[in-house]
């Protein structure tokens, strides 16, 4: 095999370790981002190796107090909802009818979303695999679905309370 034959191949393994090393690369990164996007990874499991939840640290980050949101100063039902998931750290919230019709959004798109949850809610789900959260809220005669995306889990006080400021929103609002 003359020099030309040895560097043509050499070319060729330099060639596939970059291609491998990009691919792998692009698996991670769309890894995280499904992460952070508040999906599970593919394959992770619960415990007892059950779908479930991945596990998340708890915030360090204490939630805001009950007087911070002004309603007052609110211009829209989507402002307080915005104010509401600063204050849960939500990444978005929703909120709709039991037959899934939009009734405000911090989220673009959100007449798909509460079609959807409004479904898993009358359903009996109240989470989905992507981390968000379901709430149910009767207001006037009619159950309101809350869909709450987290960025890290809501205990059942935050959860409680988060109900508490978004029947507020609906006094204030609906």
Do not use: C
Not at 78 to 87: D, P, S, V
Not at 115 to 124: E, F, I, M, N, V
Not at 153 to 160: G, Q, R, V
């Amino acid at each position: 095999m003359d020099s030309t034959g040895t560097i043509q191949i050499f070319l060729i393994i330099i060639t596939v370790t970059v291609i491998v090393g990009f691919a792998g690369i692009l698996y991670f990164l769309s890894r995280i981002s499904r992460t952070l996007a508040g999906q599970r990874p593919e394959g992770a499991t619960g415990a007892q190796g059950k779908p479930g939840r991945v596990a998340q640290p708890a915030s360090a980050k204490p939630a805001r107090s009950l007087s911070e949101i002004d309603s007052g100063s609110m211009r829209s039902l989507e402002e307080y909802l915005g104010a509401i998931g600063e204050k849960y750290s939500l990444t978005s919230f929703t909120l709709a009818t039991a037959d899934g019709l939009l009734i405000g959004s911090t989220r673009p798109g959100g007449e798909d979303e509460a079609a959807r949850y409004s479904y898993l809610y009358t359903q009996g789900r109240l989470q989905d695999e992507t981390g968000a959260e379901l709430l149910g809220i009767p207001y006037r005669g009619e159950t309101v679905v809350g869909i709450a995306r987290p960025s890290e889990h809501l205990s059942a006080e935050l959860m409680s309370a988060l109900e508490q400021d978004t029947r507020d929103a609906l006094r204030h609002w609906a």
